[in-house]
């Protein structure tokens, strides 16, 4: 038993002794070894809005990613933004992508739908920044 337990610290000693200079040699890579930099991959910038944002009303901060379909807006279940405001209609309103351009459409509401301080009566262009109030909610397109 004795003889087994000198063998083995024999081993870690020898093992701990060639460590350190292992280490030194991984340390610095061998210039064959060493690469370029990396530059990190440049965003492309988008020419569009690529959210709808709540800026009034109950749902303030929520945010939705914008994509290739459009967002329904309203009390039912089943629009992609829910509303519970008494002020909005089932499905009040719906904005959507047509020829790379945004548009809100009011879906028949009793209450309307809003550009600024105007009522909107058909489809009409939107551009980011510009609030669309829906009830007691406001939304914009959001870069």
């Given at each position: ?11 870690l ?9 292992r ?33 009034a ?26 509303l ?10 719906r ?49």
């Open positions: 038993m004795l003889t087994a337990v000198a063998v083995l610290r024999r081993d000693a020898a093992r701990n002794a060639v460590r350190p200079e280490r030194r040699r991984s340390e610095a890579p061998a210039p064959q070894q060493q690469r370029a930099p990396v530059s990190a991959p440049v965003a492309a910038h988008s020419t569009g809005p690529t959210r709808l944002v709540v800026t009303g109950p749902l303030t901060g929520t945010s939705l990613p914008l994509g290739a379909s459009s967002i329904l807006i309203g009390r039912a279940p089943s629009c992609t933004l829910v519970d405001d008494d002020y909005s209609s089932s499905r009040h309103a904005i959507f992508p047509q020829g790379g351009s945004w548009f809100v459409e009011d879906l028949g509401s009793t209450n309307g739908t809003f550009l600024g301080d105007r009522q909107i009566t058909g489809p009409t262009p939107l551009q980011p920044g510009v609030g669309v109030q829906i009830g007691r909610s406001v939304v914009e397109l959001q870069g």
